[in-house]
């Protein structure tokens, strides 16, 4: 696997919703302390100069029917960082939690050259 290198203006909203959402993960996902997995994954998409960040755990998922704990603040952080990255989030409840950001791309220039 080809690592991926972000400048910081990316790698810090990256970084700021990971630590959310595998909060809200950890917190929510799987109740009553039953067993479960999460995963976390950045990578490449087809579309040129995409990347596609990811999280998904195995719990419990979110039904429409039920209202939010919390204050909102964490989606309302998510929602913002993924707008400072141009990105588009989409979320799927339907088996568990699975949570994509797709978010253009452009490898910061490292000073070599090729």
Do not use: W
């Amino acid at each position: 696997m080809q690592p991926i290198e972000l400048d910081v203006d990316t790698a810090v909203p990256i970084g700021l919703i990971a630590n959310e959402l595998l909060t809200n993960a950890l917190k929510y996902a799987f109740a009553h302390n039953q067993p479960g997995e999460i995963s976390i994954t950045l990578k490449a998409t087809p579309v040129k100069e995409e990347l596609v960040f990811c999280l998904a755990d195995n719990g419990i998922g979110k039904p429409d029917n039920i209202i939010a704990k919390g204050t909102g603040f964490g989606t309302e952080l998510v929602n913002l960082l993924v707008l400072q990255l141009d990105g588009r989030l989409r979320v799927d409840s339907s088996n568990g939690t699975n949570i994509s950001i797709h978010f253009k791309y452009t490898k910061p220039h490292n000073g070599h050259t090729d």
